[in-house]
């Protein structure tokens, strides 16, 4: 199992990403996804999730997570971000009575 997030970076407050996690190495459409953020000194916590079917809680009412089956990527679109919102986010797969992370990709948000 393989999860590869991109996207993050630097933006300014107010500002868009979208983060994509490229899966492979499980049947991606089976899977339900997640993407965590972990602040410094904080603990990881869960951003979003979208099932296999589909179905989506944003627990951050400015993000949206979305999934594209045939591409097996997940995405996070973050608007309006803040400085708050600064982390490292991880994808995160359930599949098969198991759980999968990325590595993770840094957000910064800061003028």
């Known amino acids: 199992v393989q999860l590869v997030e991109s996207g993050g970076g630097l933006v300014q407050p107010g500002g868009s990403l979208r983060l994509s996690c490229a899966a492979s190495?499980?049947?991606?459409?089976?899977?339900?996804m997640s993407w965590y953020r972990q602040a410094p000194g904080k603990e990881r916590e869960l951003v979003a999730v979208?099932?296999?079917?589909g179905g989506s809680t944003n627990f951050v009412d400015r993000f949206t997570i979305s999934r594209d089956n045939f591409k097996n990527t997940v995405y996070l679109q973050m608007n309006s971000l803040n400085v708050e919102d600064t982390a490292v986010y991880f994808c995160?797969?359930?599949?098969?009575?198991?759980?999968?992370w990325g590595q993770g990709t840094q957000v910064s948000v800061s003028s």
């Open positions: 995160s797969a359930r599949w098969a009575f198991k759980r999968y």
């Open positions: 190495g499980f049947t991606f459409s089976s899977s339900v």
């Open positions: 979208v099932t296999s079917a």
